[in-house]
């Protein structure tokens, strides 16, 4: 047994783990809110990622100055694309919600690639130095800076849905819409909001994985990896969203691990997330926190 | 009595049978002969090329056509088409290979193994629906595309498979004009069978599974039976379709059968119409024309400086990719029943013309 190696893939899955989870947050908030099940949200780490990019390397200011510029077009951008796009899809059935947004994530998976090309682009340096020692572990900066963020977004949204009245808003929608509207609560508003800070947040997620990786098309394959972790999460359940995204982010790393040392399949670590997703939807469909949805006739 | 026969104005059915028979009105069955018999003429004076689309029509067709039966028809969602469409493909290379089994036989002796596969992967439909079933199916595709890329003895692995032309009697159809008749036929027993389904017991019972299950289950229809059952259909004309497509091509590669592939097979049957036969059809043929009329417009400004320039030349592969994100997501908001409906418009249109009212 390796210990150092299976002790390393347990720290990069608890910081996979929490990106997951952050974007596992962003696509139930949005389902909670909206009742949209959002097919593009790697779509909106892809976006993020390559507007940063193009601001950084067109103007040549900050990397703080031009990651806030990229969170202002994320919040034009999701915004616009629920009034223009996703307003007329409500009330249609379940297939169309899913199927618009799975042609949009085509759509801007294409004009991305057209725009900065398909090769992986890095990013400029950000951090001084590239890696840092955490207890006898070399883990890039970029990482601990995105676990930091993190759980700074993680404690953000809580408090916001707990004392901001927009979260308030937010809440009292996804538990009733007509019962929220005749108190007062502009749903347009609350739509809208939910969408701008899912992309918002999403972009975050996209840069951070973008400065370790670089910027490239393969990032838009977080938002497929989301649906495992959603799903075991329970899909209307914020905390299972992040719970679900750590689980997922140390099983593919420990998959990965069984993989090296005993199995020697190569790629387990890709699939495993979906057998899990399969035996889950078998015997748990509503997985950790989700509602159980009771219909009456 | 000249009577009421000869004041009829539009469509008036008084028997079941009436309203049950595949075509609505002789002149409709008319149409569909004359259709027919206008593509079997084809191949005498198009070139190759474009009988290389309407083969690509005929067996992506086929596959759409069991899409449709399982969203349009039954209201499940399958976003793994493409992986049964790949599986066919390499089952019925693998039976003439490696069983020896004639390319005839073997076709729809892969339609139904891609049916076993396709109703153990439905098995958790019997459970879940919805949002919860896309993904299921979803997850589906991946650990399907992984077997193809794993299991060499079945797909040849990397370097991918081969797949003898199609044969029957010692006559080989390997080129583009003899292929086209194969396709042609089996895209009209496809089609027949598949109107022939709707108006069945089974297809009346998926129907009313994807109107209202509860009260389809109240009327005695066996949810369960009927939702694998309808993903065994629809992964069986996916089979077919698929095999057609290997024994046209004479290769499958485990590349392409991707989820880009399933996301278009809903796209064609979005497009086409929802719960339409037709439907089907018209959807995979816009889908399949849909680049290659952006490819002619694009060398039509080819001699302005807006067509002759870099990056709008680099660019075509991806406007073609993002033209079928465009289109499913424009006929979503603009015309949800899909090509289906704008014709039956066209049709009632000209029934009544001109005294439309």
């Not at chain 1, 990786?213 to 972790?229: E, T």
């Not at chain 2, 067996?59 to 028809?73: R, S």
């Not at chain 2, 992964?235 to 996301?263: K, P, R, W």
Request: charged share 10%.
């Amino acid at each position: 047994m390796n210990y150092e190696l299976l002790f390393q893939l347990v720290v990069n899955g608890i910081i996979i783990g929490t990106l997951y989870g952050v974007v596992a947050m962003c696509f139930t908030l949005i389902y909670k809110s909206t009742q949209i099940v959002n097919f593009a949200q790697g779509e909106f780490l892809l976006i993020g990622a390559w507007v940063c990019w193009w601001i950084l390397g067109e103007f040549q200011i900050p990397f703080f100055f031009g990651f806030l510029l990229c969170l202002a077009f994320m919040m034009v951008f999701g915004i616009l694309l629920q009034v223009v796009v996703l307003k007329p899809m409500i009330g249609e059935p379940i297939i169309s919600v899913i199927m618009v947004t799975i042609g949009l994530s085509i759509f801007f998976q294409a004009v991305m690639k057209w725009m900065f090309g398909v090769f992986v682009k890095p990013f400029p340096q950000v951090f001084e130095v590239e890696s840092m020692n955490v207890l006898g572990l070399q883990v890039q900066t970029a990482y601990i800076m995105s676990f930091i963020i993190s759980i700074v977004i993680m404690i953000a949204f809580a408090w916001f849905f707990k004392y901001s009245r927009m979260g308030l808003a937010m809440r009292a929608t996804a538990f009733n819409q007509q019962v929220a509207q005749s108190l007062g609560i502009s749903i347009k508003q609350v739509f809208a909001m939910s969408w701008a800070i899912s992309a918002m947040v999403s972009a975050l997620a996209g840069v951070v994985v973008g400065i370790v990786n670089g910027v490239s098309s393969s990032l838009s394959f977080f938002g497929i990896k989301v649906f495992p972790a959603v799903i075991l999460g329970g899909l209307d359940s914020i905390i299972g969203a992040i719970l679900g995204g750590l689980i997922i982010g140390v099983m593919e790393n420990l998959a990965q691990y069984v993989d090296s040392e005993l199995l020697h399949l190569n790629n387990l670590y890709a699939v495993a997330p979906f057998y899990l997703l399969v035996i889950i939807l078998m015997i748990k469909p509503y997985g950790l926190f989700g509602t159980k949805d009771i219909e009456r006739v | 009595m000249a009577g009421h026969d000869s004041m009829r104005c539009g469509e008036f059915r008084t028997t079941y049978r009436a309203d049950t028979t595949i075509f609505p009105t002789p002149w409709s069955r008319n149409f569909a002969i004359l259709g027919v018999a206008v593509a079997a003429t084809c191949p005498l004076f198009l070139e190759p090329y474009y009988l290389n689309l309407m083969i690509q029509i005929a067996y992506l067709g086929i596959a759409a056509l069991g899409l449709n039966i399982l969203v349009g028809f039954t209201g499940q969602i399958s976003l793994g088409h493409s992986a049964f469409f790949g599986f066919g493909a390499f089952a019925s290379a693998w039976l003439n290979n490696v069983w020896g089994i004639p390319v005839f036989f073997a076709i729809p002796l892969a339609g139904l193994w891609t049916t076993a596969v396709g109703m153990i992967v439905g098995i958790p439909a019997g459970r879940i629906k919805g949002l919860y079933l896309a993904i299921a199916t979803l997850a589906s595709q991946f650990i399907l595309q992984d077997f193809f890329a794993r299991a060499e003895w079945f797909t040849g692995g990397a370097s991918g498979a081969l797949a003898e032309p199609f044969s029957i009697f010692g006559y080989t159809f390997d080129t583009d004009k003899s292929f086209f008749y194969v396709a042609l036929t089996y895209l009209i027993v496809a089609y027949v069978a598949g109107a022939n389904l709707i108006r069945s017991r089974d297809g009346r019972a998926f129907v009313a599974v994807r109107d209202h299950y509860l009260s389809a289950e109240i009327m005695g229809v066996n949810l369960t039976k009927y939702r694998i059952l309808s993903f065994g259909v629809s992964s069986f004309y996916a089979g077919v379709g698929g095999a057609l497509f290997g024994h046209y091509l004479g290769f499958v590669s485990v590349e392409g059968f991707d989820i880009l592939l399933s996301i278009q097979f809903l796209g064609m049957i979005i497009i086409g119409g929802l719960g339409s036969v037709m439907g089907a059809l018209m959807g995979t043929a816009f889908m399949v024309l849909l680049p290659e009329v952006m490819e002619g417009l694009v060398s039509l400004m080819g001699s302005t400086d807006w067509g002759s320039a870099k990056w709008f030349v680099d660019g075509v592969p991806y406007m073609k990719e993002a033209a079928i994100g465009l289109a499913i997501v424009l006929f979503l908001i603009f015309e949800p029943d899909g090509l289906a409906h704008r014709w039956r418009l066209i049709k009632a249109y000209w029934k009544l013309y001109p005294f439309s009212y």
